[in-house]
């Protein structure tokens, strides 16, 4: 079992920032992704951010330039770094873990951040 304990949601104006954290236990090993996703009230879950084992990134495109996903192994905590926010970055952030096991791949959630991006 993964636990993963999302933080640092919160208000924030437009054009401002905040630093999502995800702080992960339990069983660690073979986690090959770690990411966020966000979902908006009446919309489907999105995809975010990831980072991959071996440490590459990818971004959805409406946050690329703005959004920095980085993991901090020590700590087994990943962030989300969110600059320039704007309204439609309004949702509830989700950290989702996606470990591989022997014979297939299971995902772990948290309990969600809200971000609220508003003036």
């Known amino acids: 079992q993964v636990q993963l304990v999302e933080s640092g949601g919160g208000l924030v104006q437009p054009g401002g920032s905040l630093r999502l954290s995800c702080a992960a236990s339990?069983?660690?090993?073979?986690?090959?992704?770690m990411n966020w996703y966000r979902q908006a009230p009446g919309k489907q879950r999105e995809l975010v951010a990831g980072?991959?084992?071996?440490?590459?990134?990818n971004y959805a495109d409406s946050v690329k330039g703005r959004f920095t996903i980085s993991r901090d192994s020590t700590e087994n905590t990943v962030y989300l770094q969110m600059n320039s926010l704007k309204e439609e970055d309004t949702a509830a952030y989700y950290c989702?873990?996606?470990?591989?096991?022997?014979?297939?791949?299971?995902?772990?959630w948290g309990q969600g951040t809200q971000v609220t991006v508003s003036s």
């Open positions: 989702n873990a996606v470990k591989q096991l022997p014979t297939y791949v299971t995902n772990y």
């Open positions: 339990g069983s660690l090993r073979s986690i090959i992704f």
């Open positions: 980072i991959s084992q071996r440490g590459s990134t």
